[in-house]
């Protein structure tokens, strides 16, 4: 039998392998549950995560350390490179790191001095427009849950918006009469606000007033009792199944919320919008990430080809054109 919180984590004390204890475990708990509250990840990333930072505070308390502002540049750095597993040290310990200093438990945002590493981040998956509106085409929308999905599925193909936003999102965040919509974004906990397009306010309207009911004020919710918020995996399984249901061809593609929210920033920078405005659409913090999603536009990549020098000798010309130098 598990041994849950009432938050719905897994307790320090339960059948599964446990974690490294020390005397900052209430500490790594805290950070457990505030996991499980503002975060979309599944259970598993989550238990994975607190391994590292439960084995990482452990090394701390070795070191005769009691408090966490006793921690130390240095001392974050010689354990970064004693770690086996250096890609898992940087996602989770930078993150505990961040969270510490975000909720005043040290002076300083001491996540900076993990050192930063570069990975190959792999093309997003996206679709064509075309392959957009078939999906939408294909949702029932004479079934509950289909007026509700196909309002889901709008927002996400039209404001990019992440599974955990839309799980997030408030009957009150919505605002018919000045025609927009309101929220603050889960990952980077900014606010944002969108004009309320006629397709988006024609499919919330139906889902509210026609679908919708219970006395939560979450905005979307399980059609089926016992009525209650739907949960991110729950947006993930949604956009999976209208995708893998609408007839487009999904051999080697992903098709989740990712996807859909790549191909709308993919369609915003081949309209010609900036990365910064970009970034600010889809919530990133820096324009950077917006970069990204240049991989996929041809069209923008021409835009950014350099012309070819010219070959400054004749013996140069002569070795590409197959002859001897």
């Keep these: 039998m598990k041994n849950n919180t009432d938050d719905g984590r897994r307790s320090f004390n339960n059948h599964q392998k446990p974690y490294v204890r020390s005397l900052f475990s ?60 250096r890609d898992w040290f940087t996602i989770s310990i930078r993150a505990f790191l961040k969270y510490a200093f975000f909720n005043s438990l040290i002076d300083k945002d001491l996540s ?42 709008t927002l996400i193909r039209t404001y990019a918006l992440r599974a955990s936003d839309i ?32 397709d988006v306010s024609q499919a919330l309207d139906d889902y509210i007033h026609n679908v919708r009911y219970g006395s939560d004020d979450h905005l979307f919710l399980s059609v089926y009792k016992p009525i209650k918020p739907l949960l991110a995996d729950s947006v993930n399984s949604i956009i999976s199944d209208i995708i893998t249901a609408s007839g487009v061809d999904i051999k080697g593609r992903k098709h989740g919320p990712h996807s859909i929210r790549a191909s709308r920033a993919t369609e915003l920078l081949e309209l010609g919008a900036s990365f910064p405005e970009i970034s600010a659409y889809l919530g990133h913090r820096s324009s950077v990430s917006a970069v990204h999603y240049l991989k996929m536009s041809p069209d923008i990549l021409r835009k950014c080809a350099l012309p070819v020098p010219e070959i400054a000798t004749a013996s140069m010309k002569s070795f590409l054109n197959g002859g001897a130098v």
């Design 167 to 198: 799980v997030n999102l408030r009957v009150s965040d919505i605002d018919f009469k000045r025609k927009r919509i309101s929220l603050i974004q889960d990952k980077t906990n900014e606010f944002v606000q969108f004009k309320l397009t006629d």
């Design 112 to 153: 900076e001095a993990i050192p930063k590493t570069k990975h190959y981040e792999p093309a997003p998956v996206i679709y064509e427009p075309e392959e957009i509106e078939m999906m939408a085409s294909s949702i029932n929308r004479h079934s509950e849950s289909g007026i509700r999905d196909y309002a889901i599925f």
């Design 26 to 85: 209430p500490i790594a708990s805290e950070y457990e549950s505030y996991l499980y509250r503002r975060s979309d990840k599944k259970d598993k990333e989550i238990r994975t995560r607190l391994h590292n930072v439960c084995r990482f505070l452990k090394e701390v308390e070795k070191r005769g350390i009691t408090d966490l502002n006793g921690i130390t540049s240095a001392l974050i750095l010689k354990l970064y490179e004693e770690d086996g597993y």
